[in-house]
């Protein structure tokens, strides 16, 4: 596969599984405005996603939604921070607060490479960005003395980088967010 | 800690009261009032200000009944117009 399209890939998924497992916290986040505005978050990334698909999916001759929901679970290349189900706020935002940490870097990197194409998708993403980077470290600041927060942070901090293999809770993702798709009967157009 | 959202739509119009949100401080309080009044293009600026900042009267005293004091029962439509005939104006136009 090519160099770009795997990089490409290894983000997407990440944004996609992201999104996915932030809106699960959709209509039962702890209040009302939080739960607007976590949601939006979730939506960016899903968005960001898509972007990131589109252009891969040119380098590989195929589609956004096929690569983002017919591959295998093996097959995803996001990191294990990103696959669990965490229901739990304080765990929720150690993963958002390392995973905006990460993301920032990446994006960083990426905005200065010699690919346009790549660089100017990462500066569109990175505008969105710092408000989730804001939305995040604001959370950090107000949860930093909570112990439950700090185990969270100590916790999920060695799977940022993980991609070696995956945790079981992918598979049931994948199975909860392919299912309409595999649904789909033969011939179906969407 | 509560806030209350004005909203502005287009550039020069008068802020209208749009919701209020909750939030922890006023980090908080920008980054909802974002998300729910302005994410949708719907507005061109927001005030956002913590309720306990707003001053607010509703007691209006007129001990002594000085209706006077009111312009009901007094329709100034009529004579404007008329001075304006008068005068050789035209009204200006419906705001």
Redesign the interface.
Known sequence: MKERAQLLLEIADDELILGWRDSEWTGIAP????D??FS?IAQNEVGHARALYELAARDLGTTADELAFDRKPEEYRCSELVELRLPEWERTIARHVLYEQADAERLARLKTSDDAELAGLAAKIDREEV?HR??AE?WAE?LQAEPRFIAALDELRPLVDRRKGHSPELAELWDEMTSVRRSQPAGTKW | MIYEVFRQERKGQAFQHAGSIEAADERFAESYAREQYGRRGESQALWVVARDSIMRIEEFVDELNRNYHRVDGYPLKEKLKEARERAGTAAPRDR
């Open positions: 209040f009302l405005e939080e607007v505005a939006s408000y804001l939305h604001m107000r």
